[in-house]
């Protein structure tokens, strides 16, 4: 008898003519027909129509064990198939970063440091502090009091203390620190200037107010390392304008208008109340993290149940590749926008109370926006009749939904 083979002709070829095999035939056929990720998908659905073929061929031993070789065989081949896809997307996804390091290289220019426009072009800088995630960047940053006096030289490479005085120029005289700058370990909204001279006093204020001037929206936190040490610190929540100690408000003034502000603004809510809001938004954004990360894995089961059900009918899989595409819209749309708002408004201090409002209200923003297009998807709906897989995912994510508004208020 012939040996085992992943094609049509070798089942056509031994199974008897009282036996009709025509599932295995057919995926035998798409075996064939397929190649890459499609080839993978094709040899695991041999599985199911060898077991159609085996209950056809109930007392003839030799016949299956030739099914059971054939069905180590598929295994085997799908393992070596996945495999080498794997490799494949490995050095597809070094290649492509490897364009990306190349394309933010030829961004910055060639020369040892970039001409002075390009360094304190602040288009440029958004596509540049984005290198920050992962390696060191050479600036220079004038602290001035007001936005015209606040200027970032900033580069992949060059001299720091040349960007420090090419800043201070650039900001009219005032003062100027230099060094380099990433990303904080394991913090990728924080931004961690080592200085390579003298602090100067007001410069996470100061570089603050520069990004929201300029919109540049990467970092939330800001810190300065001087000797080792972090020498300054703040974050969003601070409002203040900065000082570089070239003006300074009379402290009479400065308390006259402290207390107009006080006498003006709404009365502050109490402590305790703030709590347990805090405490039920906490709560709220564990649940939907929760009911959000079990959507999105049977999301992906739902995609990979509809692949298996049609791999072997190819009039059908353009239909399918439709579908996962409509799955996935769904995966682009519940976002994490919602998730890092409430982690704002949870790492937000209980006197800031004016920020927290603020973080409230664009929190139901977006949470009223995810329940439109819940509202209103039919393949949410459709999911939920579980025809590709037993999962459900609109009834859950409704409820997950409504819960967090009632929490919101």
């Excluded at 440091?113 to 800088?125: C, I, K």
């Excluded at 080592?194 to 939330?220: D, H, Q």
């Excluded at 390392?225 to 070239?246: F, K, L």
């Amino acid at each position: 008898m012939a040996k085992p083979e992943l094609k049509k002709r070798w089942w056509i070829g031994i199974k008897p003519k009282t036996v009709k095999g025509v599932e295995l035939e057919k995926a035998l056929g798409t075996v064939e027909a397929s190649d890459g990720e499609k080839l993978a998908a094709a040899l695991q659905a041999l599985t199911p129509a060898i077991n159609k073929a085996r209950a056809e061929l109930k007392g003839q031993k030799d016949l299956l064990k030739d099914l059971d070789a054939l069905e180590s065989l598929a295994e085997g081949e799908a393992k070596k198939v996945l495999a080498e896809l794997a490799k494949t997307k490995a050095a597809a996804a070094k290649a492509a970063e490897k364009a990306a390091d190349k394309k933010d290289a030829d961004d910055e220019g060639d020369d040892e440091e970039p001409s002075e426009d390009r360094l304190f072009d602040v288009e440029l800088h958004r596509k540049t502090l984005k290198r920050a995630l992962r390696q060191p960047l050479v600036f220079g940053f004038s602290v001035g009091s007001r936005a015209e006096n606040r200027s970032l030289a900033l580069g992949v490479r060059g001299n720091p203390m040349k960007f420090g005085k090419l800043a201070k120029e650039k900001g009219g005289g005032a003062k100027a620190c230099f060094g380099r700058l990433m990303a904080a370990p394991g913090e990728a909204n924080k931004l961690v200037l080592t200085l390579e001279g003298p602090l100067v006093p007001g410069t996470v204020k100061a570089l603050r107010m520069f990004c929201k001037e300029n919109k540049i929206t990467l970092f939330k936190k800001f810190a300065v390392i001087v000797d080792g040490q972090e020498a300054e610190a703040g974050s969003d929540d601070d409002d203040e304008t900065p000082d570089d100690g070239t003006t300074a408000a009379p402290k009479a003034a400065a308390a006259a208008t402290a207390a107009a502000g006080e006498a003006a603004a709404p009365p502050a809510k109490p402590i305790e109340v703030l709590e347990d809001r805090r405490r039920e938004f906490k709560k709220a954004r564990a649940a939907w993290v929760a009911v959000k990360t079990r959507a999105e894995q049977d999301l992906e089961k739902v995609k990979d149940g509809a692949h298996m059900a049609y791999i072997a009918d190819p009039a059908q899989f353009p239909k399918v590749v439709a579908g996962c595409k409509a799955v996935d819209e769904i995966l682009d749309n519940l976002d994490d926008e919602l998730r890092d708002t409430l982690d704002q408004y949870a790492s937000t201090p209980l006197r800031s109370q004016k920020k927290l409002e603020d973080l409230a209200a664009t929190a139901t923003g977006i949470l009223e926006r995810y329940q439109r297009f819940v509202a209103d998807n039919k393949m949410m709906r459709a999911i939920d009749e579980k025809e590709f897989a037993d999962v459900a995912v609109h009834a859950p994510v409704t409820k997950a939904l409504a819960d967090l508004r009632k929490s919101l208020g």
